[in-house]
């Protein structure tokens, strides 16, 4: 799944528009809309902001592990 895909689902299994979720991490909804339509990647910031926002490993939103668990 690509990355813009798990933005959408994660938000979508939350009930928030991308509105609220760029509200939450503190950027525009036009800046997150491109994040979800692939057309920009976020800054590291911006993906350690949506990881804890959505309660997921940075791993897991970069494809990187199947995972969704933050490992403590």
Request: aromatic share 10%; charged share 30%; hydrophobic share 35%.
């Amino acid at each position: 799944m690509e990355f813009q895909e798990k933005l959408r689902m994660l938000r979508k299994e939350r009930g928030e528009t991308q509105a609220q979720v760029a509200t939450a991490i503190g950027i525009g909804e036009r800046h997150y809309q491109k994040f979800e339509s692939g057309n920009n990647l976020p800054s590291f910031h911006n993906l350690c902001a949506l990881a804890d926002h959505f309660g997921v490993s940075m791993d897991y939103l970069a494809g990187r592990t199947d995972r969704r668990d933050v490992w403590k």
